[in-house]
């Protein structure tokens, strides 16, 4: 089953994370909600939200610590890929 599948590898890709989470939702009969927030790296500052969930950093924005801030109510779960 898929739930054997997910707790017997510790890791999953981005791409089946978020297959796992799109077909959980699709399955409660929830729409994702609008949400927003910004990103912030010295003095950069980006917008994120659902409809502009990420972004490609370069070297420049990476040499100062990242700062999320969540704009809205509701708890908002981050994910930050290295590559």
Partial sequence: SVADE???NRYLST???NS????????LGKAEKDWTASLTSGTQ???LSNKQPGLKLDGA????PL???NQGSE???Q???VS
């Fill in 20 to 27: 796992l989470f799109l077909a959980g939702r699709n399955l």
């Fill in 45 to 47: 500052t980006r917008e």
């Fill in 79 to 81: 994910q930050l890929t």
């Fill in 75 to 77: 708890p908002l779960y």
């Fill in 61 to 64: 924005l990476l040499a100062s």
């Fill in 15 to 17: 791409q089946e994370s």
């Fill in 67 to 69: 700062s999320v801030h």
């Fill in 6 to 8: 997910v707790a017997a």
